[in-house]
């Protein structure tokens, strides 16, 4: 069993190398809830508004730098978070519930990102210039000023990252709201990124969102907001920010489909993939699978060895090497995803608990969850219309193509899909008729999508693209100068 924690991690304001006093909350240990292994401040409107003013002090020195020179500091501060990495993720793994291998993915991520968007960031000050008989006009990117990140729970360094990365080469300040559920990591991971950085360029204000992030999305000195987060959440950001006509990208939920064709050869490969597009990080990632639909043909055979597949889970704290998977992260998510389960069987589906507990695992103490698979379930049904954001999965059967196109289409959700087949052409033709941001061909897991493509959600799931340039863009205003003093086209008389 995992030692017991050598320290207690806290969790401050960062911002301009100064103290900003604040009362605390706990954060605990979701496979064991009685121990504390941290505790975050509590910060509140003042120190936003302090925070706000030093971010905006460092928006002049830091969008004035060219893109090769914010390349080059943050090439510098991708180095020193290659420091002390596993004790970040130890401690990740301690706060956040997900088994040791993910937390050391979650943080590893952080430096590769940050080296990303540092190669291109020399690209930013690239202007596009067109001449014609009229004149010239000149199209470049600017800084949009003081930027609020806010972050999840679930991925909290990467997903942080994915987004900071951008905001800071495109010559914009960040100010980060961590997640209460997970805030310790990422502020220390943070803390460092800042120290490697010119003063205000990296802000840290941990606190409840209802305080610290209502407080940030409506400040009228930010510029930019980039939230990651429930749908829900998402509109109340979209209503604090409107005040200020704040410009804001989203990156929501989903209700994530998997379609698998009946010409998809059912083999060890296949179905380990599925396995582990459902459950990493105990089904709470984004754009996990969240329903599968199965042609008829196959479907049988396929519940068969998913079944057998994911019977293999075992579940335990996530510091144990022999856990597959962790706890579920806070007592909310539990109660959410118990009650779904509960409501689904009383509707009569057939839930099947699989996989087992780890040997030693203080079950009755934590918030962890046997995987599960669910079928002989309605396509309306909770389970089905709903992100669970849990370790469970519905399995639904379908005759043919049109069917399976119309019920993944049916949602209010539209980020990521798969289609399953040994025809890539036909799932190609397949995914062009599913309305999600990103459609997948035999994967669906955390690196299918990379930054060489776009990643966003439509409909409720989002607004925004994010990766690569698309991802700077989202974080600079576009100016157009222009010289074209022969107006001979425009209309009117040539004496008004």
């Known amino acids: 069993m995992p030692s017991a924690p050598e320290k207690t991690w806290t969790a401050q304001v960062v911002s301009a190398g100064r103290t900003y006093p604040t009362d605390t909350a706990p954060v605990v240990n979701p496979a064991r809830t009685g121990e504390i292994v941290g505790t975050y401040a509590l910060a509140g409107p003042r120190i936003v508004a302090e925070v706000v003013r030093n971010a905006q002090d460092a928006a002049v020195t830091w969008g004035s730098l060219t893109g090769a020179q914010r390349g080059r500091l943050l090439h ?17 793994t301690r706060e956040q519930g997900k088994v040791l291998w993910e937390s050391r993915l979650d943080l590893g991520g952080g430096p590769r990102l940050l080296r990303y968007y540092a190669d291109i960031a020399p690209a930013v000050d690239e202007e596009t210039v067109v001449r014609d008989e009229r004149g010239t006009t000149v199209i470049r990117r600017l800084p949009m000023g003081p930027t609020v990140v806010i972050v999840p729970w679930n991925y909290p360094v990467y997903l942080c990252m994915m987004v900071l990365a951008p905001a800071l080469a495109a010559g914009n300040p960040v100010i980060v709201k961590p997640s209460e559920f997970a805030p310790l990591a990422l502020t220390e991971t943070l803390a460092m990124l800042a120290s490697a950085l010119p003063d205000g360029v990296v802000n840290v204000v941990p606190g409840l969102g209802g305080e610290a992030g209502a407080a940030l999305v409506s400040h009228p000195g930010v510029r930019k907001v980039l939230f990651t987060g429930g749908t829900e959440s998402g509109r109340a950001v979209l209503r604090g920010a409107a005040q200020n006509i704040t410009s804001v990208s989203l990156e929501l939920g989903g209700n994530d489909p998997a379609i698998v064709l009946d010409s998809a050869v059912l083999d060890d490969r296949l179905i380990r993939e599925i396995r ?7 089904g709470q990632v984004c754009f996990n699978i969240k329903r599968l639909y199965v042609q008829r043909g196959v479907y049988d055979e396929f519940v068969d060895k998913f079944r057998q597949a994911v019977d293999e889970i075992v579940v335990g704290d996530g510091l144990d090497p022999a856990s597959t998977t962790g706890p579920l992260n806070n007592k909310k998510q539990f109660d959410s995803v118990t009650a779904l389960l509960d ?3 009383k509707d009569g589906a057939q839930v099947d608990v699989l996989g087992r507990a780890l040997d030693g695992t203080d079950w009755d103490n934590g918030y962890f969850m046997l995987p599960s698979v669910v079928t002989g379930i309605p396509h309306d049904s909770d389970l089905v219309s709903r992100e669970q954001f849990g370790p469970t999965v519905p399995v639904v059967p379908f005759d043919d193509v049109e069917d399976a196109v119309r019920m993944a289409n049916d949602t209010e959700f539209g980020l990521a899909a798969s289609v399953w087949s040994e025809d890539p ?11 999600a941001g990103s459609v997948f061909v035999n994967s ?7 930054m060489t493509m776009p990643f966003g959600g439509m409909k409720q799931s989002g607004l925004g693209r994010n990766h690569g340039m698309w991802a700077i863009d989202e974080c600079s205003e576009l100016q157009a100068l222009s010289h074209r003093p022969d107006t001979s086209a425009f209309p009117g008389p040539a004496t008004w």
């Open 276 to 282: 582990r597009s459902v459950y990493t990080c105990t």
């Open 76 to 92: 510098t501060a991708a180095d020193a978070l290659e420091r002390d990495l596993a004790t970040r993720a130890e401690l990740l």
């Open 425 to 435: 052409e036909h799932a190609l033709t397949v995914g062009r008729r599913i309305a």
């Open 444 to 450: 669906h897991r955390v690196g299918s999508s990379d």
């Open 343 to 345: 409501s689904t069987r």
